[in-house]
Structure formats: C-alpha cells, structure tokens
C-alpha cells in the first residue's frame, strides 16, 4: 500500500510570498500549487486568524521538497 508522503510547507517548492496580504513587518505566505486542496491558503495563519512569522503548516500529498 502506497501512502502519499507529506512535505512540510515550510520545505515545499510551492510556498510563496503573497504580497497582497502581506502587511508591513509580516510577509504572507501562500500555497502556490493548483493541485493542492491548499491553493491560495496562506500558510503562515492559524485557524483562529493568528499571524505566525514563519510557516506553520504540516503540507499535503502535493507538495515537492525543495531541493538545494
């Protein structure tokens, strides 16, 4: 059985800034992957709406690993 491994946000290629929802001194991050159930969700926001200054989320079966 093959289960689909999960890429942190944090280390997917797809994680981008989004300027528009960035604010000054906090940059947004948003899932840039059309595949992802994700797409366009920034990624460093709790539910509850708490900005965090880095990205917090766990990822999802699309994401890609970026490679250094």
Same mark, same amino acid.
């Given at each position: 059985?093959?289960? $689909? =491994?999960?890429?942190? +946000? =944090?280390?997917?290629?797809? &994680?981008? *800034? %989004? $300027? @528009?929802?960035? @604010?000054?001194?906090?940059?947004?991050? *948003? +899932?840039?992957?059309? %595949?992802? *159930?994700?797409?366009? !969700?920034?990624?460093?926001? #709790? #539910?509850?709406g %708490?900005? /965090? /200054? #880095?990205? &917090?989320?766990?990822? +999802? $079966? +699309?994401? @890609? @690993?970026v490679? !250094?």
């Amino acid at each position: 059985m093959n289960i $689909p =491994s999960h890429i942190r +946000c =944090s280390r997917c290629r797809f &994680t981008r *800034e %989004d $300027p @528009e929802a960035s @604010e000054r001194g906090w940059t947004a991050y *948003e +899932c840039g992957n059309g %595949d992802s *159930e994700y797409y366009r !969700a920034l990624l460093n926001v #709790r #539910r509850n709406g %708490d900005r /965090q /200054q #880095r990205v &917090t989320w766990r990822g +999802c $079966p +699309c994401g @890609e @690993e970026v490679l !250094a």
